[in-house]
């Protein structure tokens, strides 16, 4: 009874010595997300954290918020529940990851190269596709094929091979075994918070195609507070877009609803009309302060006219016509998850989640349309054909984390299934064309399939990571997945084929890693890591009837060292990686004489690079960035067999030692951001983008010599009491008008240019608000 009438006169003691007892929310000030783990410190000393809605309680009405990767604010608050907004800080120094370990993390406990993408950058740079913002990376090449398609280039060359991993929260948006380069026009720009890009192989964490990088999109999460955003946008070149979101949490339910639809017509190019519409759900309940449920849905739908590239006379003479007007690419993309969180306790938590996909992709490609020549290079006819793959997928991913307190380490297990029936045909075309003007004027559907089966792909994983502190400024992280990959191949051809009507083909194999992080005090510290990549043929290498080269599982060896420093009292921030990746039975996209490709393996690759990053902000209304990549890219073990028409004799071409096509040598980004202090909401920016010029053939006789080009972004928040909320912007893309080429494919007859936009201005309006 004593201790109880203690406790009360204490209570009692501290309510009137600090004042009334206040509470409040912190929150994202883009986003409107709760901020679980700010710091709030009172005058009288008291420190403490958030909770997981972003809520405090505490008695003392002046208060200093702090949060890894925000500015901190000191405020004066009421007796009334507080809202405050914390703003992404300019030169972020440690922040906060979660696609090192599926964990949230300091990014200098994270052995790894990452970058992250913040909401600051994605609302300043008002991106109406994604290489606007994944090309400010250090080391990232996002290629522009148009209306939203696009190929990769991370620590490899320019390529269209599964060498990538993109997820959506930490899911893979697609199955292994059914990649598609194109895959990122099923995500929704609209609902994504940050954007996390890991470089270098993470197949231990994450399984196959997690090779040259794998990008993790975030979605947003609902708004602590009701809040919304609508937004307009449109270009000289006919493109409109309009964007909406909103969002709200009461009580344990939170949900919210954001996407876009966009839509372009008689463009700068030839026969590239598109529509797309995307939309994202997100419903959180907390069951409990220890336990939680998320729901989310995703749907993404694109139709696009597909013009095809360019020849050289074409491209030079800035002539975009396309030479036909039929083919075309319709893609519908559904997925929905369902994740069960619980902290047992403060060192112990489970998640589960359980999801679902299922896509079609229907085309009829532009780049298998083929004429068929003689021996002598004379015409004699022109085909193509019409596909449509379709995969529906059932998975479950649970993972466990505990930490303890031996040295300080984290355990992390996991175990991740993925059951994806998918079905693939191909029907061959007949295709007229007007040999005068090498215009294709139409086709007729032959009924006659080139493929037609089914595949029944399983894939199973399971993986642990192991981290320790043996002395405070050192960290070790051990991580080890194994991976079995089974395809049921089921014929649905009879005749006419050189498969099987059955085939089965199992791919196994352990990834391990090794790595660790040193913390040399200052803001400054290192790290290394040695990780191995794996990458499984693809469904459509091994079963096309196109590929006629068996194909071997792909693996790499990464070995990488970098490290991180802050300098000129914390204004500027400098990281840099150094890698050296080795390839084994790397999977190589050959061109063939009738502009489609064939698949093989070689013998060995190598890839060796630096990446770095610069950012400098001398006051807080001016900041800069640098990031950039130099890399060669090398065949160390690669031969292709060529045939003599003129003998009809083949002889093989060796490529050893030469530099591997569409490698450019530097590719770098920067950007100078002005915020004047005497003009509130008021932003330019200026950005850089350089690719060096690279060989577009493997014998190396032929080479692109890159570009450079500039862009120039201007907005303005509106600050008055009627126009609160409302935002303007202009972008002005290819500012100098330059003609150039994301990328250029080199064959037999010349190569063959992917074109550039013209220079573009784009303006839009936008207006948000928040109940506070």
């Known amino acids: 009874m004593k201790v109880y009438l203690l406790y009360f006169l204490l209570s009692l003691f501290t309510i009137t010595a600090f ?7 912190v929150t994202d000030a883009i986003t409107h997300e709760p901020l679980a783990g700010a710091t709030i410190s009172g005058e009288n000393g008291i420190a403490l954290k958030t909770n997981v809605k972003g809520q405090f309680t505490i008695a003392t009405s002046t208060i200093k918020i702090s949060m890894v990767g925000y500015a901190t604010r000191t405020v004066t608050i009421s007796a009334d529940h507080n809202i405050i907004e914390l703003t992404p800080s300019t030169v972020d120094l440690q922040p906060v990851i979660v696609s090192a370990s599926r964990e949230g993390e300091a990014r200098q ?17 008002k991106a109406a596709a994604l290489y606007q913002l994944l090309n400010k990376t250090a080391g990232v090449y996002m290629v522009d094929l148009g209306n939203e398609q696009h190929t990769m280039a991370i620590r490899q060359p320019i390529t269209y091979n599964a060498l990538y991993l993109y997820m959506e929260d930490g899911l893979p948006i697609r199955p292994t075994g059914i990649f598609n380069h194109n895959s990122l026009y099923e995500i929704n720009m609209s609902g994504v918070k940050d954007i996390e890009v890991i470089k270098g192989p993470a197949s231990s964490l994450y399984g196959s195609n997690a090779i040259g990088g794998a990008i993790n999109f975030i979605t947003q999460n609902p708004p602590a507070v009701p809040s919304g955003n609508i937004s307009l946008q449109g270009d000289n070149h006919n493109y409109i877009r309009l964007d909406a979101n909103a969002g709200f949490t009461s009580g344990k339910f939170g949900l919210y609803v954001g996407g876009y639809t966009s839509h372009q017509q008689d463009s700068w190019q030839d026969y590239s009309d598109f529509d797309k519409h995307s939309i994202n759900f997100k419903s959180t309940y907390a069951v409990s302060d220890r336990t939680k449920i998320t729901a989310s849905a995703a749907y993404n739908y694109l139709n696009t006219q597909t013009p095809g590239s360019l020849d050289s006379a074409h491209f030079y003479s800035r002539s975009y016509g396309a030479n036909q007007r039929f083919t075309y690419r319709k893609v519908e993309a559904f997925r929905a998850s369902a994740k069960l969180e619980h902290a047992w306790n403060d060192k112990n938590n489970t998640s589960v ?29 022109s085909n193509g054909q019409v596909n449509d793959q379709r995969f529906h997928s059932f998975g479950l991913l649970a993972q466990h984390r505990s930490n303890f307190d031996f040295l300080n380490s984290r355990l992390i297990a996991g175990l991740y299934v993925d059951d994806s029936p998918s079905s693939y045909y191909a029907q061959y075309l007949n295709i007229t064309k007007d040999i005068a003007n090498n215009y294709y004027t139409g086709f007729v559907n032959t009924g006659t ?28 992280v051990a991580g080890l997945r194994y991976d079995r990959v089974h395809y049921n191949f089921q014929n649905g051809l009879t005749t006419g084929t050189k498969y099987k009507q059955q085939e089965t083909n199992d791919f196994n194999i352990v990834a391990p890693k090794l790595g660790l992080t040193y913390d040399l005090g200052n803001n400054k510290g290192f790290y290394a ?45 400098i990281e840099v990686s150094l890698y050296d990746l080795e390839g084994h039975n790397e999977i190589i996209s050959q061109l063939l004489p009738d ?6 393996n070689a013998g060995a690759t190598r890839h060796q690079g630096i990446e770095y990053s610069v950012t400098y902000a001398p006051v807080s209304d001016l900041s800069f960035r640098f990031s950039g990549t130099n890399a060669k890219h090398t065949y160390v073990q690669y031969s292709e067999v060529a045939t003599n028409y003129a003998t009809n004799t083949n002889y093989t071409i060796n490529y050893d030692g030469k530099r591997m096509n569409n490698a450019p040598a530097w590719i770098a980004n920067s950007e ?15 950005e850089w983008q350089h690719i060096d010029k690279y060989y577009t053939d493997p014998a190396n006789t032929k080479t692109y010599s890159g570009y450079d080009v500039f862009n120039l972004r201007l907005g303005y928040d509106l600050k008055g009491e009627r126009l609160k909320g409302a935002t303007i912007w202009v ?14 494919t080199g064959s037999q007859y010349g190569d063959t240019y992917n074109a550039a936009p013209p220079r573009t201005i784009a303006v839009g309006i936008n207006y948000s608000f928040a109940k506070h």
Do not use: H
């Open 529 to 573: 890591n040695y990780s191995v990549g794996f990458q499984p043929p693809e469904t459509g290498d091994l079963y096309s009837a196109r590929q006629l080269t068996p194909l071997k599982q792909a693996t790499f060896n990464n070995y990488e060292v970098g490290g991180w420093m802050s300098a000129l009292n914390k204004k500027m921030y």
């Open 595 to 600: 502009n489609t490709t064939q698949n093989q």
């Open 19 to 25: 004042g009334q007892t206040i509470t409040g929310t």
């Open 109 to 125: 406990e994270a052995p790894i190269a990452i970058s992250k993408i913040t909401s600051t950058q994605i609302q300043d740079t």
């Open 731 to 744: 972008n002005a893309l290819n500012l100098a008008n330059k003609l150039y080429a994301t990328t250029v």
């Open 353 to 381: 989640t359980a999801f679902y996909r299922d896509n079609s992709t229907a085309q009829l490609p532009s780049y298998y349309i083929a004429d068929v020549r003689d021996g002598s290079g004379n015409y004699l006819s």
């Open 672 to 686: 100078l951001t002005y915020k004047p202090y005497y003009l509130p909401g008021f932003r330019i920016a200026g």
């Open 449 to 476: 399939y080139i493929d037609n089966y089914t595949i029944k792909l399983f894939n199973t994983a399971a993986y642990t990571q192991y981290e320790i502190n043996p002395i405070e400024p050192l960290r070790i």
